[in-house]
C-alpha cells in the first residue's frame, strides 16, 4: 500500500498558560512541527515544571491529543 505524503507540520503544541522557552520563537502562539518526538521533547522543555503544568501535543490531521503531561487539569486541589 503507498503511503500518501502528510503536510510537512503535523505536530501542534498546546498548553493554556502561555508557552515560553528557549526552544520556542517567543513572538509564535502556532507552534507546529514535523516530527512528533521533536515536538514531545520541546514540548516538555517550554514548560517549567511538566509536573504541574499541562501541555499537549495535538496531531493536526486527526484532532487527536498524542502526548500529554501530568499537569493539573484545571482543578484546583488543596491538600
Known amino acids: 500500500m503507498a503511503y500518501v505524503k502528510a503536510p510537512p507540520h503535523d505536530y501542534r503544541i498546546e498548553n493554556v498558560d502561555p508557552v515560553k522557552g528557549s526552544l520556542l520563537p517567543p513572538s509564535s502562539s502556532n507552534h507546529v512541527f514535523a516530527d512528533y518526538s521533536l515536538a514531545v521533547a520541546v514540548a516538555v522543555k517550554s514548560v ?29 486541589q488543596s491538600f
Open 48 to 76: 517549567a515544571d511538566p509536573t504541574r503544568q499541562e501541555v499537549r501535543v495535538v496531531h493536526i490531521p486527526s484532532g487527536e491529543v498524542v502526548f500529554r503531561t501530568s499537569g493539573s487539569s484545571g482543578a484546583s
